[in-house]
C-alpha cells in the first residue's frame, strides 16, 4: 500500500522528517544526525525523494539546519540524563523519533512527546502498523490547541512531575505564535526546579538572512500562509533573550548558525552548513 505524504496530519512536520532522512540519503557521511524512521511515518516508498521542496541543492541549508538542531536537543537531553534528569518534553512533537531511535532510553528517562489530537492517534496508529512499540516510557500527550486546552494540566495528567527538572524541546513553533503566547510558555518552562533546559528555536527577520537563504524563507512563508498558519512570530537573538530572561530563565546561551556549524559541520568536505533563518536559544532555570 502507497501512503500518500499529504494524506499525514501537518505538512510542516512531514517535511522536516522528510528533510532529516534527507541528510542520510544525499549528503556525505560523517552524518550530523542518522534519521530515517520519520520518512517511513510519513510515506510507504521512496516518492518523496522526487518532491521539488526534497531537490538536495535547494533544501541544503534547511536541511542541515533541522539536522542541526535536532542533534543539538539530542546532546542536551543526554548531558541532562547524565546528570539525573529524567523527564524529556516535546512541545510539538510531530514526528519526531527520539523514541524510536533510542530504545534503551526508557531505562533512565519518560518522554512526553506534546501535539493535537488527530496527530497524536495517526502517529500512535502509524507506529503500530510499522512494528514500533509505544512503551509505557513514551507519552502521547494530545492537546486540542484549537480549543484552547491547558496543554500543563495535559502534561502533568500524562504523569508528569514539576517538582523535578527536564529538558524541554520547542523545535519549529515559536514562528507561528504571538508574541504573547511565546513568552507564556517561557513562563511556564521557566517555573521548573533548577536544572531544568528549554531549547528552543526561532526565525530571524527576512533582512538578517544570507542572501542565499532569502528564497527558501519565502516559498516556506507562502505555503504557511496558504495552509492557515502564517510565520508571525520573528525575532533577533537579543530579543528572543531578553524574553527568555524575562520570564525568569537563570541563563541563556544564543547558538547561531555559525555556532552550530563549528559543533556539528566544521570538518566536513562537502560544504553542508545550516541556513542562517532559524538559530536556537538554550535557556536554563
Known amino acids: 500500500m502507497t501512503r500518500n505524504v499529504a494524506s499525514t ?11 532529516r532522512a534527507l541528510h542520510t540519503h544525499v549528503d556525505e557521511p560523517p552524518h550530523v544526525l542518522d534519521d530515517v524512521v520519520g520518512a517511513r511515518l510519513a510515506q510507504d516508498d521512496d516518492e518523496w525523494l522526487e518532491r521539488g521542496d526534497m531537490a538536495p541543492a535547494y533544501s541544503r541549508g534547511k536541511r542541515a539546519t ?16 547524565s546528570r539525573g534528569v529524567d523527564q524529556y518534553v516535546i512541545l510539538g512533537a510531530g514526528l519526531d523519533t527520539y523514541a524510536q531511535r533510542h530504545p534503551d532510553a ?34 502521547l500527550v494530545p492537546v486540542d490547541f484549537e480549543a484552547h486546552d491547558d496543554w500543563w494540566d495535559r502534561l502533568q495528567a500524562a504523569g508528569f512531575d ?34 531544568s533546559t528549554l531549547i528552543l528555536t526561532f526565525f530571524r527577520p527576512i533582512e538578517d538572512l544570507d542572501p542565499e537563504d532569502v528564497p527558501i524563507r519565502k516559498a516556506s512563508r507562502e505555503g504557511s ?22 520570564a525568569g530563565f537563570a541563563a541563556v546561551d544564543h547558538v547561531s548558525a555559525t555556532d552550530l556549524t563549528r559543533r556539528y559541520f566544521a570538518d566536513r568536505t562537502d560544504g553542508l552548513r545550516p541556513g542562517s533563518g532559524e538559530e536556537a536559544l538554550i535557556a536554563t532555570v
Request: glycine fraction near 6%.
Open 106 to 139: 526508557g531505562s533512565s528517562i519518560t518522554v512526553f512527546e506534546i501535539d493535537q489530537p488527530e496527530t497524536q492517534a495517526w502517529k500512535r496508529n502509524r507506529l503500530i502498523e510499522l512494528g514500533y512499540d509505544v512503551p509505557e516510557w513514551l507519552r
Open 162 to 195: 514539576t517538582s523535578r527538572p527536564a529538558v524541554v524541546s520547542w523545535l519549529g513553533v515559536t514562528m507561528y505564535l504571538t508574541e504573547q503566547a511565546t513568552t507564556a510558555t517561557l513562563e511556564r518552562v521557566a517555573s521548573l526546579p533548577p536544572g
Open 225 to 246: 500562509r496558504r495552509a492557515g498558519t502564517p510565520f508571525i512570530g520573528f525575532y533577533t537573538p537579543d530579543q528572543i533573550s531578553a524574553l527568555a530572561r524575562q
Open 9 to 19: 496530519p501537518d505538512n510542516t512536520a512531514v517535511r522536516t522528517a522528510l528533510w
Open 66 to 81: 533541522i539536522v542541526g538542531r535536532a542533534r543539538l536537543t539530542e546532546d542536551l537531553v543526554a548531558e541532562a540524563a
